[in-house]
């Protein structure tokens, strides 16, 4: 299963980086777009949700690193009540023509 990782700005500025055990954030986020905090939060969640429950499909385990950047996003989130969340990269980036 592929994993990736993917960075983000913060409202103030702060950037961040997370893991994913799987491509699936593709179908959830999109580098260079920004986000309002709370979409983010539940984008990123859903996105780390579904990576978490493939590898359960694949494994028959859940993914802790997954949840811990669920987690994490979650945490530092509550900082900002408002505000956008910038993706800045999402490594691997899809192969050319997947969609």
């Known amino acids: 299963m592929p994993e990736m990782r993917f960075a983000v700005r913060w409202p103030d500025g702060a950037e961040s980086s997370h893991y994913s055990p799987s491509l699936v954030m593709h179908d959830y986020l999109a580098a260079g777009s920004r986000y309002r905090v709370a979409e983010f939060v539940a984008r990123a969640g859903e996105a780390l949700d579904a990576a978490g429950e493939r590898v359960r499909a694949a494994y028959g385990f859940a993914c802790t690193s997954a ?21 800045l990269r999402m490594e691997p980036p899809l192969p050319l023509g997947a969609s």
Do not use: L
Request: charge should be negative; aromatic fraction near 4%; proline fraction near 5%.
């Open 67 to 87: 949840m811990a950047s669920r987690d994490e996003i979650v945490r530092t989130a509550a900082a900002y009540p408002d505000g956008e969340v910038t993706v």
